[in-house]
Structure formats: structure tokens, C-alpha cells
Nanobody, 116 residues
């Protein structure tokens, strides 16, 4: 059974840093595209960062140059390092491992709160 478990969220002051992690289990994820999404209250879930099997990355404009997505060599853990956090980064952060519509897995989410 596939499971994705996020950790590392919390409360931080504006300008601070946090790193959230997502540990996946249940199968091999080497060929999966991995991403981080977030959803703030009253807003739609949005894509924050993506890392492709090639290692290429992509970021939302709102987090570019502040957030960094990475993965471990075994490809079952993905990280999101968040620096220079702003109150508008407050959201529930979800990890996603996706190969296609039938292989699309989500974590349960971790709350990140940035105080001003």
C-alpha cells in the first residue's frame, strides 16, 4: 500500500525558514514526478514546486528564489526548503508523487503558518 507522509511543518516568523519532508513507501518512485502543492484557507490548491525524474525543477513565481525542492538518492523522500517565508506562504502543504492518472498519490498535508 502506497503511503506519503509529510512532516516538518509548524509556526515560524516572517523571514524565517522551514523544511518540510515527504516520505513515501509501498513501491518504487524513481520514475515519478514529485511535487509540492499548498492550499490556503478559502483558496484553491496551487502547485509550488516540481522535481522531475531528470532532476529538473520548476517553481511557482511566488516562491522562486526562496524555496528549493530536492529529493534523496532513493527517490522516496522529497523535501521543500522554504526560506524568507512570508505570511502569504501560510497554507497546508501537500506532497504529490505522480506517474499518470492511475498512479497519482498525495500526502495528508502539513500546516505551515508564518506570523507577521
Amino acid at each position: 500500500q502506497v503511503q506519503l507522509v509529510e512532516s516538518g511543518g509548524g509556526l515560524v516568523q516572517a523571514g524565517g525558514s522551514l523544511r518540510v519532508s515527504c516520505l513515501a513507501s509501498g513501491k518504487s518512485f524513481i520514475t515519478y514526478t514529485k511535487g509540492w502543492y499548498r492550499q490556503a484557507p478559502g483558496k484553491q490548491r496551487e502547485l509550488v514546486a516540481t522535481i522531475y525524474p531528470s532532476g529538473a525543477t520548476n517553481y511557482a513565481d511566488s516562491v522562486k528564489d526562496r524555496f528549493t525542492i530536492s529529493r534523496d538518492n532513493a527517490e522516496n523522500t522529497v523535501y521543500l526548503q522554504m526560506n524568507s517565508l512570508k505570511p502569504e506562504d501560510t497554507a497546508v502543504y501537500y506532497c504529490n508523487f505522480r506517474l499518470g492518472p492511475l498512479n497519482d498519490y498525495w500526502g495528508q498535508g502539513t500546516q505551515v503558518t508564518v506570523s507577521s
